[in-house]
């Protein structure tokens, strides 16, 4: 069955969406796309929903969640605009300046979209690993829980003792945990990654996206068993009931194409319960983001 159809039966039988919970779309400016590297040819092109929009039909899903690509508020009203005009597109985590003065101001324009579900700061590329502790940054993120916004955290391993402490200080807001941290599968390196990871996941407030792992592998050269010790670790620290499938396309196309990208987690979460699948491929990132599960 198609994933249109299939969206269609879910409808009526009153079953859960399945939602791809991290993708991106673009229109490739140099000048703003400074991140991609010459490695990242295949990426410096157009891509948008209607590039999606079949793969999404291949692989079952019947939405997705659209995240930032660029630290622009530009970016943030054009990406509102594709979901006005595209309904597969359930939900968008855009960026605006959690630091700034204007941030009130900022947030009245954008949080009137219902489909502004979440916002995001690519802290990754920050050079201080302890930017999410500034008091500036903090002074952001204590004003989401008034727009009902949900937050991104974008970080690699060596800075989730920051975000573990960020996630104390606000144990009311909604945090996710964006490719379950970017650690060194290539390497099959697992400390400290592991030990964080456990520590991040035992605060409720926060869920993980089983997202953007095959450009942590070696590209277009990995296989399935590489990711099961790292699954196995966020299984067991967050539960089924705090997971979400995401593709991270078409950043993971520089290691997989898209079916290939999701298959790898439906594979693995075959071991679960019927329940326990419905939540990860789609139920949880519903709930977590304020998305009508139900059409």
């Known amino acids: 069955m198609r994933g249109e159809e299939r969206g ?25 796309h400074v991140w ?3 490695a990242m040819a295949g990426l410096k092109r157009d891509f948008l929903p209607a590039n999606l929009e079949p793969l999404l039909d291949e692989s079952g899903f019947d939405g997705s969640v659209v995240v930032q690509a660029r630290q622009s508020l530009e970016e943030t009203r054009w990406l509102l605009e594709l979901a006005d005009s595209h309904a597969r597109i359930k939900g968008v985590v855009g960026w605006v300046d959690l630091c700034s003065e204007e941030l009130p101001e900022q947030l009245e324009r954008f949080a009137k979209h219902s489909r502004l579900v979440g916002v995001r700061h690519v802290v990754q590329d920050e050079p201080d690993d302890a930017f999410v502790l500034r008091p500036e940054f903090q002074r952001g993120i204590a004003r989401l829980a008034e727009y009902g916004l949900a937050y991104d955290l974008l970080v690699y391993p060596r800075q989730l003792p920051a975000a573990i402490r960020l996630v104390e200080r606000f144990g009311e807001q909604r945090f996710v945990l964006d490719h379950i941290a970017k650690p060194a599968i290539a390497d099959g390196r697992m400390e400290p990654w592991a030990r964080d990871v456990r520590e991040l996941a035992q605060h409720g407030n926060v869920l993980c996206k089983l997202s953007g792992m095959v450009t942590e592998a ?14 196995d670790v966020v ?18 196309t520089l290691s997989g194409d898209y079916a290939e990208t999701v298959g790898l987690v439906k594979a693995y979460i075959a071991q679960l319960g019927e329940a326990e699948r419905e939540g990860i491929l789609g139920g ?12």
Do not use: K
Not at 222 to 231: Q, V
């Open 284 to 295: 949880n990132c519903a709930r977590f983001y304020g998305i009508e599960q139900h059409g």
């Open 218 to 231: 070696r590209w277009r050269g990995w296989t399935a068993s590489d990711f099961r010790p790292y699954l």
């Open 8 to 32: 269609q039966t879910a409808r009526m039988m009153g079953t859960m969406m399945r939602l791809d919970a991290h993708q991106h779309f673009w229109r490739y400016n140099p000048a703003e």
């Open 235 to 252: 299984l067991e620290a967050f539960g089924a009931e705090r997971l979400m499938i995401g593709s991270d396309w078409p950043v993971c």
């Open 36 to 38: 991609m590297t010459d």
